[in-house]
């Protein structure tokens, strides 16, 4: 049964793929290994979980097992394992493309410079292709458990791959490295040996060498071909903290999470009581490219008394904890237990509480005491975590103390201050929580809804990511203090006023009634209202919320991706003391106060980053305004 060897080619993203890594991760070569037995080790996780409904998938050979050796003389190192195999087919989707989602992202980060994108494609996962760093020709030999039909993959990693039926008595797979000149030093026992042990020491099942070349009883040379178990072959997570040391974690983390660089930080117990099960949660220390990718696929892994049953079960972690790596362990649940069982389950939802609150304790416990680590998660996952604010009605307040925040008393840009931060210097009077929502850093700072808040000296928080409204929008109150947003509804300091503000304050409303009603008349129905303001120190007039409308910087966001809404009118203020202000009152052309009062509102939806209905009308006026200045 021969049938004929084709050519195929590989996809274009592949061979970009290939050729860079190739290139970045030369130096670090020796994780090809590490690569494929982790590959190994979970074809050998989904064989076990597929044969629990059909045992025949064993084939009378139930020991799950990884083995590795090579050979001098054709200078190659085979990498074999009796997993679950792959069929043509999936060796052709596997092998031949990449389905990752957010590679598009990826290939557009790369920047040519070969130590940063060692780094990306650490982030990327590198998998199989890994293989080509040390071989410049690798032969893949699979069969599908329960099959019968075995399949040959072989490529130079060049341009094309070809593809061939034969046969194979052991199901699995078996990766042939035809190693490139110069990798000799892998044709070595020890070296290999070590690489094993360094990278691979928590893989669950044994990997197998052969002793070869050691000293016997009397130190004469032996050389055998009797097998040994180089790893230690027990699922790490099992295994006492006190037994693993902080590399061991590392390495556990690169397999489980399919990622090149080391973990943030971790979590590991075993929870008894209701639920007993065990925990082995990671924080990565880079989001991942697909992180808001809504198809990824990725998650924590779920095991049921050490055999694996799945991943990426949104059961097993919120969305806002979608960065979470790493394994659940239970001792409870049914091994049989499906997505539908798991959908519907008590038990799981009491593991995922604990769960998170693990999680969140981790991150409280980074905050408290490695804060440059906290400032390192806060930037690659902050937005993420904010998600739970409104997500996780339970962990709200626990949530809402971990935020960071740049407000206008930030030295630099970075989120630093916290809501208690701000509760402790807020001013004697103040009563509440300032914030401001804007498209950039530079909008809110700017803003003219600032002015009163600088002059007084009251901090306010500038949120300026796009998650930021969802968080305002679930988020009223922090330690007993309202979060207000400055542009929205009347101003209102409360204490931050004094009898004389406010007395002040009336008599200019009282005064500027004329000049108001001018500009009312002139915008029509463009504004709900106009009024004076104390809120403008600087600017001559701001757009207002509604105290319970949406604000326009949601209303911006909404639009631009493509929601239809219609939104509610906004207040103009102006502030009667602006020269600007005084020159419109004094104007008795009605149509001069009307290219005016237009202006005015032109420029108050500019500042606060909306855009004009009818940019070329507000050109044309302010350009006459300009002539008749220098006239
Ligand atoms: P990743 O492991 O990050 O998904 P890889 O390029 O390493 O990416 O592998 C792609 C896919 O090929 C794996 O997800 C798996 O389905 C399949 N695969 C790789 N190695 C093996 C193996 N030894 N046995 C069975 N399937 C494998």
């Known amino acids: 049964m021969s049938a004929q060897k084709e ?135 699979t069969r599908r458990a329960g099959e019968v039909v075995a399949t040959r993959w072989e490529s130079h990693g060049e341009g094309e791959y070809t593809l061939e039926q034969v046969e194979k008595a052991e199901r699995g797979t078996e990766i042939v490295l035809h190693l490139k000149e110069g990798e000799d030093e892998l044709l070595n026992d020890w070296r290999l040996k070590g690489i094993v042990r360094k990278y691979s020491d928590h893989i669950s099942i044994p990997i197998e060498m052969k002793k070869g070349a050691g000293y016997g009883e009397n130190g004469e040379v032996t050389n055998s071909d009797e097998l040994e178990v180089v790893n230690s072959a027990s699922a790490l997570w099992t295994r006492s903290k006190n037994d693993i040391t902080d590399e061991q974690y590392q390495e556990f983390y690169k397999h489980v999470a399919h990622d090149f660089t080391d973990p943030l930080a971790w979590s590991h117990a075993r929870v008894e009581g209701r639920q007993e099960y065990t925990e082995l949660l990671y924080i990565p220390s880079r989001a991942p490219f697909d992180l808001y990718d809504r198809e990824r696929k990725q998650g924590v892994k779920l095991y049921v008394r050490r055999v694996f049953i799945m991943e990426d079960t949104e059961k097993l972690m919120p969305h806002y904890l979608r960065f979470v790596r790493g394994v659940i362990d239970s001792n409870d649940l049914p091994l049989n237990v499906s997505r539908e069982i798991l959908q519907e389950s008590k038990d799981i939802d009491a593991i995922r509480a604990g769960c998170v609150k693990k999680v969140l304790g981790l991150l409280e416990d980074l905050s408290a005491n490695q804060p440059e680590k906290y400032a390192a998660f806060w930037k690659e996952f902050g937005q993420v975590l904010k998600e739970g604010v409104g997500e996780d009605f339970a962990n709200k307040e626990r949530i809402a103390k971990l935020l960071r925040f740049t407000t206008t008393a930030s030295e630099g840009e970075d989120p630093t201050v916290t809501l208690a931060d701000y509760i402790g210097r807020m001013k004697e009077g103040q009563d509440k929580i300032y914030y401001i929502t804007a498209d950039t850093l530079a909008a809110a700072k700017n803003s003219p809804h600032l002015e009163v808040f600088k002059k007084k000296g009251v901090e306010v928080l500038l949120l300026t990511d796009r998650v930021d409204e969802w968080v305002v929008g679930s988020l009223f109150e922090f330690d007993g203090k309202q979060l207000q947003s400055v542009a929205k509804g009347a101003l209102d300091l409360g204490k931050l006023e004094d009898e004389a503000d406010k007395e002040a304050q009336k008599q200019v409303e009282e005064a500027s009634k004329p000049v108001v009603e001018k500009v009312q008349k002139a915008l029509g129905d463009k504004v709900k209202e106009v009024r004076a303001t104390a809120r403008l120190v600087e600017s001559p007039a701001c757009l207002v919320a509604g105290e319970h409308d949406m604000s326009a910087h949601l ?72 002539l008749e200045l220098s006239a």
Not at 45 to 74: S, V
């Open 7 to 141: 050519t195929l080619g590989f996809q274009t993203e592949v061979k970009q793929l290939l050729k860079l890594m190739i290139h970045s991760l030369y130096s670090n070569k020796e994780i090809f290994l590490r690569e494929l037995i982790s590959n190994a080790s979970d074809a050998a996780d989904k064989l076990r979980f597929e044969g629990m409904a059909k045992p025949e998938l064993f084939e009378e050979d139930p020991e799950l097992k990884i083995r590795i050796t090579f050979d001098k003389d054709a200078r190659t190192v085979t990498i074999a394992d009796n997993g679950i195999g792959m069929s043509r087919d999936e060796v052709v989707a596997n092998i031949g493309t990449i389905a990752k989602s957010g590679t598009k992202a990826f290939f557009e980060q790369l920047s040519g410079d070969a130590k940063k994108d060692a780094n990306l494609i650490g982030q990327f996962g590198v998998g199989f292709y890994s293989a080509f760093i040390v071989a410049d020709k690798v032969t893949l030999t």
């Open 555 to 626: 209303e911006r966001m909404l639009k631009a991706a493509g929601q239809k809404i219609e939104g509610s009118k906004p207040t103009l203020e102006i502030n009667p003391e602006h020269v600007l202000v005084k020159k419109l009152a004094e104007e008795s052309d009605e149509a001069r106060a009307g290219d005016l009062a237009a202006v005015l509102y032109d420029q108050a939806l500019l500042a606060e980053g909306g855009k004009l209905e009818d940019p070329a009308s507000f050109v044309k006026r302010i350009n006459k305004l300009m």
